[in-house]
């Protein structure tokens, strides 16, 4: 974005918060066109700021990311690691339901095999990793545990719960059971 003269800029902040408004209504799937239209643009000039709908998609869920990896982080100074893991997992599971399409935009490829400062699957790999690997040193967590393993448990039940009437009661109680199987003693 450096660079960039400011009525591009206003127009890239613009899409981007009327995008996060239709991605919150309507999910990942939310129209490119809808959004040119109500941001008052052409779909060239958002194709242009976002070259692609995950790319729209990342830039929306930014924040919310970042915010994401820096809990991580704050939760490391927690006594019980696994409470800790467990807390932060919520935490995604919770705002992946809330953020309709942050779980498309996570299970668009695998987590691993996109560049580490254009993607919020990597940023949160990294960051849920460093609260796993202390819950597996403690073994409070399976040492076979991965952090890919836990973030496709909580994107697959995001995308599995997202359309229930009460999709957090739902994923709450499907995470409550996947989870229980982390336990190095089988709880």
Known sequence: ???????????RTHILAVAEAEVAARGAQA???????????????VRRHFPTRKALLEAVFQQRVHDL????????????SRAALLEWLRE?????????????VL????????????SCAPALA??????????VEDRTVRA????????VLVIGIALATEDYTDPAT??????????????TDGS
């Open 1 to 11: 974005m450096t660079g960039q003269r400011s009525d591009a800029r206003r127009n």
């Open 31 to 45: 129209s490119l066109e809808q959004i040119a239209r109500v941001a008052g643009v052409g779909s060239a000039t």
């Open 69 to 80: 990896c820096e809990r991580a982080h704050a939760l490391r100074a927690e006594p019980d």
């Open 92 to 104: 995604l599971l919770a705002y992946s339901l809330a953020a309709r399409g942050l779980a498309d």
């Open 107 to 118: 299970s668009y490829e695998p987590l691993r095999d996109e560049a580490a400062d254009s």
């Open 126 to 135: 990294a960051a849920g990793d460093l609260l796993l690997r202390r819950a």
């Open 144 to 151: 076979d545990t991965t952090i890919d393993d836990l973030l």
């Open 170 to 183: 739902r994923a709450d109680r499907a995470f409550r059971l996947a989870v229980a199987g982390l336990g």
